[in-house]
């Protein structure tokens, strides 16, 4: 049984985790934009590194308590949110939100993943790429998230879905045991992007960590190209 997040264990997640921001939670992760779905008051962990949100991952489970994935906050079917049920920490990746890596000639990117779709898009466009996924919420969505619910957006009939234009990703996560609670450590794994989707649907959201870096394909412009960009095609 899940224990609600309450002071005692943020004070002593605090005292474990010195260098981790945890303060009480504002408004707005509480609520999602519409107010149609909203949470009990909770704290928010923003870790600023993988190993970070791995030992936060790790003393939950220790601790038994249930984590709360936050990205930009935008999603309109209240994931962000847990209006029922023992109160969870919520874990916000927006201060992992760096473009780490760049690979012109592989027309591919990796981002952490707090950086928004708009990051990603710029990125690519420095390279001379497009990274075709794009939503009305993509100044604050965040690539994680997107992939976490395979976002669509204005460009799907053609390029595909969120994850059609994942690589791999990087997650930290209960990996080896069908409850999160029951297992024995937390493990990052990079999963092979055809392992990505079953391991979405598999995972009670509330239940896992999520991840923290993704790899995305970004291709070449069309007017640069007679065969245009075919998303997923190393996948
Ligand atoms: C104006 C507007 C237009 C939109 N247009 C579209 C559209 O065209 N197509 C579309 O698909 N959606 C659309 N959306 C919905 C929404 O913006 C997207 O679903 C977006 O992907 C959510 O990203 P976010 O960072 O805000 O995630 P949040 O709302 O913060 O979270 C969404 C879900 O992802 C989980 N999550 C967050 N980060 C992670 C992580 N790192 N790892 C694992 N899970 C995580 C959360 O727990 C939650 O369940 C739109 C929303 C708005 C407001």
Redesign the pocket.
């Known amino acids: 049984m899940l224990k609600p997040f309450d002071d005692a264990l943020a004070e002593a997640l605090q005292q474990s985790l010195p260098n981790l921001k945890l303060k009480p939670a504002e408004a707005r992760y509480l609520e999602?934009?519409r107010g149609k779905y909203s949470a009990h008051p909770t704290f928010v962990a923003a870790p600023l590194s993988t190993d970070m949100v791995a030992e936060v991952v790790s003393f939950a489970g220790s601790a038994r308590f249930g984590i709360?994935?936050?990205?930009?906050?935008?999603?309109?079917v209240g994931?962000?949110v847990t209006p029922e049920g023992p109160t969870p920490l919520i874990l916000s990746?927006e201060n992992l939100n760096a473009i780490r890596e760049v690979y012109p000639s592989e027309q591919a990117l990796i981002a952490e993943?707090?950086a928004t779709i708009s990051d990603i898009q710029a990125a690519a466009e420095d390279l001379g790429l497009l990274f075709p996924l794009s939503?009305?919420?993509q100044d604050?969505?965040?690539i994680?998230?997107?992939?976490?619910?395979n976002?669509?957006?204005?460009n799907v009939l053609r390029y595909g879905m969120?994850r059609n234009l994942c690589l791999g990703i990087e997650a930290v996560l209960r990996w080896h045991c069908p409850s999160w609670l029951e297992a024995s450590a937390e493990r990052q794994h990079r999963l092979r992007p055809s392992q990505l989707a079953d391991w979405c649907r598999g995972h009670a959201?509330r239940h896992?960590?999520?991840?923290?870096e993704a790899c995305c394909e970004a291709g070449a412009r069309r007017d640069r190209l007679s065969g245009g960009f075919r998303p997923g095609r190393r996948a």
């Open positions: 999602e934009p709360q994935p936050y990205g930009g906050g935008t999603g309109l994931g962000q990746l993943a707090g939503y009305g919420s604050s969505a965040q994680g998230a997107g992939l976490s619910v976002s669509g957006g204005l969120a959201r896992h960590c999520g991840f923290t």
